[in-house]
C-alpha cells in the first residue's frame, strides 16, 4: 500500500491548526482547518476548536461522524482529553452521546476516561442507560472489571444473574468479584452456582481452588486441587 503524499500546503497547513490547537488558539484552529476541509483530519482539528470554543453540540456532529467512519478506532472526542479541562471533556462527551445515544463509542471512551479521573461509579452509571439484557450488564462488568472498577462490575454481574440465574460466566465473574473483596463466602457460594451451571469449565473450578486457598480453607481447596489432576 502506497502513502499518501500531501501537498506542501496542505501540509503545512494541517500543521498549523495542530499547533492552533495545542495552543488553545481555538479560533485560529477552526479558521485553518476549514479551509482544508476536503482532508478527514481537518473534520476532526473543526470539531476539537469547536469544542475549545465551548460549541459543544457542533462538535459533537462532526466527532460524531467521524467516529461512525471509523467504528474500530477510539471515539475522536476521546482526543480532546488534554486539550481542553475536566468539565469541557465531560461535557463534550455527553454533547456526544446526547446526540447519538445508541452509538457505543462515545460512552465506551466516556466511561474509560471517568474511571481514569477516579469516578468509577460515574463510568458505570454512563454505561448501564439502555442495558436491558443479562448479556448487556455481563459485558458491562467485564468492561468494568478488566479497569479495575471492582465495586461497579460485581453490581453489574448480579444484576446479570438476576435476570438469567442460567448465566454460567455471570456467575463465575461474580464469585472472581466477591474473591477481589474477599468476601469468600460470597465467592465461593457464585462459584458453585457457576460449577453447576457449567461443570466442565476447569477456569471457574481453578478460580474456586484459589478462593479457597485464600480464605484459608487449605485441606479443602488441596482436596479440590487432588481431584482435577
Known amino acids: 500500500m502506497q502513502c499518501e503524499i500531501l501537498p506542501t500546503e496542505t501540509r503545512n497547513r494541517l500543521a498549523r491548526a495542530i499547533q492552533a490547537l495545542e495552543q488553545h488558539d481555538w479560533n485560529e484552529a ?3 482547518s476549514r479551509t482544508i476541509m476536503e482532508r478527514p483530519e481537518a473534520a476532526l482539528l473543526s470539531g476539537l ?7 459543544f453540540h457542533e462538535a459533537a456532529r462532526f466527532l460524531n461522524a467521524i467516529a461512525r467512519r471509523r467504528p474500530a478506532f477510539a471515539h475522536p472526542a476521546s482526543d480532546f482529553i488534554g486539550l481542553g479541562t475536566q468539565a469541557s471533556v465531560a ?21 474509560e476516561w471517568l474511571i481514569d479521573q477516579g469516578d468509577s461509579q460515574r463510568a458505570a452509571d454512563v454505561l448501564v442507560v439502555g442495558a ?27 444484576r446479570a444473574v438476576a435476570l438469567d440465574p442460567s448465566m454460567a460466566p455471570a456467575w463465575a465473574n461474580l464469585g472472581m468479584m466477591r474473591k477481589v473483596a474477599r468476601r469468600f ?43 482435577r489432576v
Not at 477456569?203 to 474456586?208: D, K, P, T
Not at 479457597?212 to 480453607?217: E, H, K, M, V, Y
Open 91 to 111: 461535557t463534550l462527551f455527553e454533547a456526544c452521546l446526547n446526540l447519538d445515544p445508541d452509538q457505543p463509542g462515545p460512552r465506551q471512551a466516556f466511561a
Open 30 to 32: 477552526f479558521a485553518i
Open 185 to 227: 463466602d460470597g465467592a465461593l457460594a457464585a462459584y458453585a452456582t457457576a460449577i453447576r451451571l457449567a461443570p466442565n469449565d476447569p477456569a471457574i473450578r481453578v478460580n474456586r481452588m484459589v478462593a479457597l486457598l485464600q480464605a484459608g480453607r487449605w485441606e479443602i481447596g488441596r482436596a479440590s486441587c487432588r481431584e
Open 49 to 55: 476548536a469547536l469544542a475549545g470554543m465551548g460549541r
Open 132 to 158: 436491558r439484557s443479562a448479556s448487556d450488564f455481563h459485558d458491562i462488568g467485564t468492561f468494568l472489571g478488566d479497569r479495575g472498577a471492582f465495586p461497579q462490575a460485581e453490581d453489574c454481574f448480579a
